[in-house]
């Protein structure tokens, strides 16, 4: 090794770190690199409502398309919807007699004879072409198409695993790496797909991608920027998203078949070809694993040849001095990897759920804990079930998906000026309540005023929205340093259970009572909004290492008009 190879001691190479991560134009081109993959991922969430976009249907009756009769006519002969409504369920009529008849001796049949039973039909008739046609995703089948969507949710929770583990024990970079490929691979797949079970696999691969792309690049982008750039660059990290939202319409508005449109989403990945080559791996992820070399010379290559002059002969040799007397006296003893890293994942899964007993085996803390369950299952299961719904709230798909995309941009941004004046728990109240109202208002809307129905939706969607950010920062808060780990990645799964249960809830029951997904969703937002309010405040506490040095600092207050509103106080 060269002495213009050699990484300095441990002090020196985290000042370069440090100087390299208050770089600019090299930290901004890392963030744009790592947020641009979340553009993908809320295209594959969200797409959803065109790809899988309801069609007129009615029960398909082989006698009567052989014999060349129209849809219309056959719809109004079979259908017990007639050619009002969309139906699963056709007259038990002997069409094979009516099928040698003209089609107005059959109507003049049909309207002289009394009216035969009913039975559901198992094959389908559709008026266009579309993701639903192909795999007739309607009536006693409708729950596979919700599945679809599903499985995207599902993807994300196996990812937020699977991927959270190989970061740990392989590398940030390597994450991120994986995660991109797999975009660049599961989009064609979904793309071509003949069979349904196929695409289905592929759009969990999808999901499983996304996120890991997020939380591997949100990783990087911690570890790169320093103190000062974290909060605003942590903020502007979610901007992918409602951008993302924002595009998808105007892609889905000139590109209707629902291939095509899975491809021109898909196609795009393959850019992330650039993002591999380019990223680096985390120096200090390098370093937390004992491979100070290797972290160096990232360090060497994204900082200025003058700041590593100046770093080594100012900084480094000093330290080096230092180091080299110490290791007269003391003999050298190898790096104790992290138990993160050395652990087998089994192990490290018996060590939380143990943690988690700890957590329910005290009652303050598990009260709060429950509380925090609920609230995040709710929190994503009314933002999920109002990104796709809507067909339910007979609005323009495309106006309301772009209008839902700039709300959440601004929902981003909004409580940042609450949690300075108003605290954690407030914040959290006050959103959950005004989303909740809200959702509520919509119940006597006539279905018909659209426009109005959206707008009040947006305000519900903006508030659920926003308390995203602030539910995250108050639980982290809520418990001590050993368990706040499992308190919010508890938590964080419970999320995806509320995510995966949205779809269900807007194709499933919304298809029997259209205001009924919204006002499920308002009735809950409502109920966590009142839970949180029985948690303490937690705003300009200090974190606390242990439940008995919690219980000191942060005890359960008093529930209170005051408490919760403090500058009510004076």
């Known amino acids: 090794m060269t002495a213009d190879t050699m990484p300095p ?42 790809l899988g976009q309801n069609l007129p249907h009615w029960c398909y009756v082989p006698e009567l398309t052989e014999a060349n009769w129209t849809a219309t006519q056959i719809r109004n002969i079979s259908s017990t919807g007639g050619l009002t409504a969309d139906s699963c369920k056709m007259y038990t009529w002997n069409y094979s007699l009516l099928a040698e008849m003209t089609y107005v001796d059959a109507l003049e049949y049909t309207s002289s004879h009394k009216r035969p039973g009913q039975y559901e039909c198992d094959k389908w008739s559709f008026e266009g072409e579309g993701m639903v046609s192909e795999w007739d995703l309607v009536c006693s089948r409708l729950p596979l198409k919700s599945t679809l969507q599903m499985a995207v949710a599902l993807g994300k929770f196996l ?15 390597r994450s991120f790496t994986i995660s991109c490929i797999t975009y ?34 949100f990783t990087l982008l911690a570890e790169f920027c320093t103190k000062k750039h974290r909060t605003i660059l942590g903020i502007l990290y979610n901007m992918s998203y409602p951008v993302g939202m924002m595009i998808l319409p105007v892609i889905a508005l000139y590109i209707e078949d629902w291939r095509m449109l899975q491809l021109a989403l898909s196609v795009p990945a393959v850019l992330l070809v650039i993002h591999i ?92 804990l429950l509380i925090c369950h609920f609230a995040w299952c709710v929190t994503a299961m009314t933002y999920y079930a109002l990104a796709l719904n809507a067909d339910n709230f007979t609005a323009n798909k495309y106006i309301y998906v772009a209008v839902a995309g700039a709300v959440e941009a601004v929902g981003y941004v909004l409580p940042i000026p609450m949690l300075k004046f108003m605290g954690r728990r407030t914040t959290s109240v006050v959103l959950y309540f005004i989303s909740g109202v809200s959702l509520l208002l ?19 969607r903006l508030c659920i929205g926003a308390v995203y950010s602030v539910i995250i920062l108050q639980t982290s808060e809520l418990f001590p340093t050993v368990n706040r780990n499992t308190a919010v990645g508890t938590s964080s799964t419970l999320s995806h259970v509320g995510s995966i249960s949205a779809p269900y809830l807007v194709d499933l029951i919304g298809a029997k009572v259209w205001y009924m997904p919204s006002t499920i969703c308002g009735v809950a937002v409502l109920i966590a909004g009142l839970l949180v309010l029985l948690l303490p405040e937690t705003k300009d506490k200090e974190y606390c290492d242990t439940i008995e040095e919690l219980m000191e600092k942060n005890p359960r207050d008093r529930v209170s008009i005051r408490n919760c509103f403090p500058f009510l106080k004076s």
């Open 9 to 50: 001691p441990t002090d020196g190479l985290h000042v370069a770190m440090e100087r390299m991560g208050e770089k600019g134009p090299w930290l901004w081109a890392m963030f744009f690199l790592l947020c641009t993959p979340g553009v993908l991922n809320i295209w594959h969430l969200t797409a959803y409502v065109f």
């Open 159 to 173: 990812g937020a695993l699977i991927f959270g583990f190989v970061a740990d024990k392989w590398g940030r970079k």
């Open 277 to 368: 080559w380019i990223l680096p791996e985390s120096a200090r992820w390098l370093v937390s694993q004992g491979r100070r070399e290797e972290a160096w010379k990232i360090v060497k290559k994204f900082s200025k040849k003058s700041e590593l002059v100046k770093l080594t002969m100012a900084e480094a040799n000093d330290a080096t001095t230092a180091n080299e007397d110490i290791h007269k006296e003391t003999p050298a003893v190898p790096a104790v990897p992290s138990v993160s890293s050395s652990e087998p994942w089994y192990k490290r899964s018996i060590a939380s759920l143990k943690k988690l007993f700890v957590i329910f085996s005290h009652r303050e803390l598990r009260r709060r």
């Open 442 to 460: 919509i119940i006597p809307i006539p279905q018909d005023m659209s426009m109005t129905i959206m707008g009040v939706a947006m305000v519900g």
């Open 184 to 217: 660049i691979i599961a989009g064609p797949v979904a793309t071509f797909a003949p069979y349904y079970l196929l695409f289905y696999f592929a759009r969990v691969a999808l999901g499983m991608a996304g996120t890991g792309a997020f939380n591997s690049g």
